[in-house]
């Protein structure tokens, strides 16, 4: 465990032992890691907690790949009401196998940013009406599910699973059947949106 807040500001990949094994804890009102103004970096293998509001801040980058992540219990901070991932003003950014639950208003926030998410589990984000399991922001084009179909999942387009009772889960267009749970549905490279008190997904664009 590294008590600590961690800025990345340098190109240079960020690779833990595991979301089990390699956790980053901030006792402060920060963010736990912050990714800021760097391209082409791969991130991966680790579990951030914390007390200050956001676990992890994409801002300002190009090109990144997270994947094997897990964003937990950040509560309302200074700057931040409680969000596990926040991305901000980036492109390229790709989000491949995140566990984001239980952070106080929103799990994933994208704002401005061009992003990926696929094979993701988010659950149990946000208490309240205003919260969300992700938020789709001003000027953001966001991507939720791979545009490659898994092996064993040919012929089925990649589903969102936004309620605990997956069985009556809407199917995307074109797909042959709704998965019939929230891991089934991540492993066919799509997202798991569960327990959340406001929404699943909120698209806030002008």
Do not use: W
Not at 33 to 43: E, F, N, P, Q, R
Not at 145 to 167: C, F, K, L, M, T
Not at 187 to 198: D, F, K, L, P, V
């Amino acid at each position: 465990t590294y008590e600590e807040s961690v800025l990345l500001d340098k190109d240079v990949d960020l690779l833990g032992a595991g979301s089990d094994r390699s956790i980053v804890f901030s006792d402060g009102d920060r963010e736990t890691l912050t990714l800021a103004g760097i391209s082409d970096v791969a991130v991966s293998g680790l579990l951030l907690k914390g007390d200050g509001g956001l676990g992890m801040l994409i801002n300002n980058c190009k090109n990144i790949s997270v994947a094997d992540v897990a964003s937990a219990e950040h509560g309302e901070g200074a700057d931040y009401p409680g969000v596990g991932v926040y991305v901000f003003g980036s492109t390229g950014i790709e989000l491949v196998g995140l566990d984001i639950r239980d952070n106080q208003i929103i799990g994933i926030a994208f704002s401005g940013s061009e992003a990926t998410i696929s094979s993701s589990n988010v659950e149990s984000n946000g208490s309240g009406d205003s919260s969300a399991g992700i938020l789709i922001d001003e000027g953001s084009n966001v991507q939720i599910g791979s545009s490659e179909p898994s092996e064993n999942n040919q012929d089925r387009d990649h589903d969102i699973v936004e309620e605990a009772d997956v069985p009556s889960a809407t199917a995307e267009p074109g797909s042959d059947t709704p998965p019939e749970s929230a891991s089934e549905a991540t492993e066919m490279g799509g997202c798991a949106i569960t327990g959340t008190e406001g929404v699943g997904i909120l698209v806030r664009q002008s």
